[in-house]
């Protein structure tokens, strides 16, 4: 894949975390530093979708989404829309366990027939942790007019391509909602 941006969703309102959620710390840093530390070894085409004031203090441009309100779907939507390359890899401010590695398997085994790329294991699959085709913009926009907001029912409608990944990798893609996940992550790593 010759060029990727990478967008990574800051999201809106997190009731659960009460507070930014890419900003809550661990391990003494913020997660989004850990997510764009596991980035840079990649890429240094970032892009975080969010209008807070709080993200500031990185030097990388920030968008606001286009259709307010519509959750990880209108981040999504607002990424395609203002990506300059037809693959992006999307990613959600709340996995700080994200590692190189796993993103360059994820880059290296899509191909470019599907539209979306991501990580399942039998359990669980990870819809935002994924590579997005610039060319389901238009689908993803008809979702969103019709208040279809579920990730995993756009991957439904969608050439889709899973990665198959252990049951035990999928803590390092563990997205992190509230203060009792993230004691309960901090727990399971010491």
């Known amino acids: 894949m010759k060029t990727l941006t990478v967008f990574i969703l800051c999201g809106g309102k997190s009731s659960r975390m009460q507070s930014e959620k890419g900003l809550v710390l661990f391990q003494e840093k913020p997660f989004i530093e850990h997510i764009i530390q596991a980035i840079l070894p990649i890429t240094n085409h970032i892009k975080l ?3 807070s004031k709080e993200y500031d203090y990185l030097n990388y441009e920030k968008i606001a ?3 307010e309100d519509k959750g990880p779907l209108g981040g999504i939507y607002t990424a395609l829309s203002h990506s300059e390359t ?3 890899l999307i990613l959600s401010c709340d996995i700080p366990l994200i590692s190189t590695e796993l993103l360059q398997e994820l880059i290296s085994k899509h191909t470019s027939e599907a539209g979306i790329t991501v990580f399942a294991s039998e359990s669980k699959t990870h819809p935002l942790i994924g590579i997005y085709s610039k ?3 238009s689908v993803i926009k008809e979702a969103i007019d019709s208040d279809e907001l579920k990730v995993m029912d756009l991957l439904a409608k969608l050439p889709h391509q899973i990665i198959n990944i252990e049951e035990s990798e999928n803590f390092h893609l563990t997205n992190i909602n509230s203060a009792d996940e993230l004691n309960d992550l901090n727990i399971n790593l010491t």
């Open 86 to 88: 037809e693959f992006n």
């Open 135 to 137: 060319n389901i913009a």
């Open 65 to 67: 989404d286009l259709v």
């Open 49 to 51: 979708i969010t209008t």
